[in-house]
Structure formats: structure tokens, C-alpha cells
């Protein structure tokens, strides 16, 4: 058999489709590793070396027995062989999910780790049109940014991990929303987070359900005063106002929930609902929703 030209290069797509590897997460590694390095051809198409097509292999290989990126991808040859000999990594880390079949938390967290976002997308797709959007939500978004916080505060991940992570699925949510909110003709909901409180992913998830309910959502963001939400509440005719706390309750945040129901008519409901409010949070005019198939059937209650 002849043996492979040294000199021989490969496209992206070429090298993807010979090593197994995305060529998305190729170019992901170029960019935080800075391995593959491509050449520039004189027509300036950028070009791999045929020659990286083993050491890819052997890179996919210890990644799929269990090892991260950023541990194998700039290794020596030394090294890898070293790994290679010992076998599967103790923190088993799973083949990343593709578009054609669901992936395990651990899958989305490995991708979370190598900013791998389009592996992220297609299982968010894959998701939600196989579980339905409320199952989407409650068994998969919520877990996987809860799994996203617990290694952020175990030094798995770093905030720059998470910060991708919640954009990712935050892009894919206003995504699978738009559609509905083009053709929204129900209520108003005012969503928000109330001041000190700056995570915005559960109004995104919220927002969600009362899309697919045909209300109408006016995000006001996070970390925004009581009294500008029920300012904005009255403005926009709000029959309801939804608040997300996700930093553990307290009495600050009693205190400016209690505050915005003051501030708002007996007819504007107001929900509350996140990890961090809890049903001894409730109070006259103040309804708690612990999770979000509770928020679909008070949403689909109260419609029209």
C-alpha cells in the first residue's frame, strides 16, 4: 500500500470526516488551543496538514474514553500514549451528542466545558421536538443549568463555561419563542427579576410558557426595581407580573416581593416562582409556582 504523502493537506470538512471530529469543534480547539493549525494556501483557503489526521484520531479516542479537551488536544505524543495505556479516564466523559439522537447531561456539560455551542444547539433541538416543549423545559433546560451552577461552584467549570453555556440556551429559547410572539393576541405578562437579582435564564424559560399559551411577554430584564416593575405592569395593561428568584430567599427578597404587590392592582396577578422562593414566601395576592408544568396549567387556566 502506498504510504500517504507527507506533504498532502486536507480542507476542514476533509479532516473532520477523517478523524470523526466536527469540524465546528475543530475550529473551536483552533481558536482556545490553537491546535490544528491550519496553512493558508496561496489562494488563501486555509488547509490541515494530512499528517495531524493520527494524532486526531488518538485525541478523539482518549475524549470519547473520558478525558476534556483542554487535558489532550496540546498533550505531547508522550503523553498521549501514556494516556492511551491507562485505559478509561476515572470521570467518564461520554461521546458528544449528534443531531440525530438525545444526549446525557454529562454529554451537554462536556460540551459546556469545550464551548462546543453548536453541539449544545442540536441537542437543545434535538429536545425539544422529541420531549415537547414543557418536558424540554422542566427535564432539560432547568436541570442542565442547574448541573452548569453546581460544577461552576465545584471548579468544574468557570464562569466563562457558564456564561456560554446560559447564552447558548438563551439564543435557543428566543429562537423557539419568536414564532409565537409574532402571532401572540392574549394577555400581557410583565416578566422580571427583582433588584440584587441578576440571573435572567428562568424569565427566558418563563417566557416561553406563556408564549406557547399565545400571551404576550415584555421582559423587563434583571435586576430591576419594584416600583419600575409595577410602573411598567400598568403601562403595558399587564393582567399578570412574573418575578424569578433564583439566589436563596430572604428577607430583602420578601420584602421587595411584598413591595411590588403593594404597588399593583388586586387585579394583576402576581407569580413568583425559581430556586430560590420556597412556599413559606407566600403571601396574601401572591401566588408561588414551584416548577414550570405548574406555570403552563395557570397560564393555559387564565388565557383570553
Known amino acids: 500500500m502506498t504510504a500517504p504523502d507527507p506533504t498532502a493537506t486536507l480542507s476542514i470538512g476533509a479532516l473532520a470526516a477523517a478523524t470523526g471530529i466536527p469540524a465546528d469543534t475543530l475550529r473551536t480547539w483552533e481558536r482556545r488551543y490553537g491546535y490544528p493549525t491550519?496553512?493558508?494556501?496561496?489562494?488563501?483557503?486555509?488547509?490541515?496538514?494530512?499528517?495531524?489526521?493520527?494524532?486526531?484520531?488518538?485525541?478523539?479516542?482518549?475524549?470519547?474514553?473520558?478525558?476534556?479537551?483542554?487535558?489532550?488536544?496540546?498533550?505531547s505524543d508522550k503523553a498521549l500514549g501514556h494516556l492511551g495505556?491507562?485505559?478509561?479516564?476515572?470521570?467518564?466523559?461520554?461521546?458528544?451528542?449528534?443531531?440525530?439522537?438525545?444526549?446525557?447531561l454529562d454529554d451537554l456539560l462536556r460540551a459546556a466545558a469545550d464551548f462546543d455551542t453548536t453541539t449544545l444547539r442540536r441537542s437543545f433541538e434535538f429536545d425539544w421536538a422529541h420531549r415537547g416543549p414543557i418536558d424540554f423545559l422542566e427535564e432539560r433546560a432547568a436541570p442542565f443549568l442547574r448541573a452548569i451552577g453546581r460544577?461552576?461552584?465545584?471548579?468544574?467549570?468557570?464562569?466563562?463555561?457558564?456564561?456560554?453555556?446560559?447564552?447558548?440556551?438563551?439564543?435557543?429559547?428566543?429562537?423557539?419563542?419568536?414564532?409565537?410572539d409574532a402571532t401572540a393576541h392574549g394577555p400581557v405578562v410583565v416578566l422580571a427579576t427583582?433588584?440584587?437579582?441578576?440571573?435572567?435564564?428562568?424569565?427566558?424559560?418563563?417566557?416561553?410558557?406563556?408564549?406557547?399559551?399565545?400571551?404576550?411577554?415584555?421582559l423587563a430584564g434583571v435586576d430591576t426595581p419594584p416600583d419600575e416593575v409595577a410602573k411598567l405592569a400598568a403601562e403595558t395593561g399587564a393582567r399578570a407580573v412574573a418575578i424569578s428568584v433564583v439566589q436563596p430567599s430572604g428577607k430583602p427578597v420578601v420584602r421587595a416581593v411584598a413591595s411590588l404587590r403593594r404597588s399593583l392592582p388586586a387585579r394583576i396577578a402576581l407569580l413568583v416562582g425559581g430556586s430560590g422562593i420556597d412556599a413559606e414566601s407566600a403571601m396574601v395576592g401572591l401566588q408561588v409556582i414551584p416548577d414550570l408544568r405548574a406555570l403552563d396549567r395557570w397560564v393555559r387556566g387564565r388565557r383570553g
Not at 427583582?194 to 415584555?218: D, K, N, P, Y
Request: aromatic residues 6%; contains cysteine; proline residues 6%.
Open 151 to 180: 460544577a461552576w461552584e465545584t471548579g468544574d467549570l468557570d464562569i466563562r463555561h457558564e456564561h456560554v453555556a446560559s447564552a447558548c440556551l438563551g439564543d435557543f429559547l428566543r429562537s423557539v419563542r419568536a414564532p409565537h
Open 85 to 104: 495505556d491507562a485505559g478509561v479516564a476515572t470521570r467518564k466523559r461520554p461521546t458528544p451528542p449528534s443531531a440525530s439522537g438525545p444526549a446525557a
Open 38 to 75: 491550519a496553512r493558508r494556501k496561496p489562494s488563501g483557503h486555509r488547509v490541515y496538514p494530512f499528517e495531524m489526521v493520527e494524532r486526531l484520531r488518538r485525541i478523539a479516542d482518549l475524549i470519547a474514553r473520558g478525558h476534556r479537551a483542554g487535558e489532550v488536544v496540546n498533550a
Open 194 to 218: 427583582l433588584s440584587g437579582e441578576r440571573h435572567g435564564l428562568g424569565l427566558q424559560m418563563c417566557a416561553t410558557v406563556f408564549a406557547l399559551a399565545g400571551w404576550r411577554s415584555v
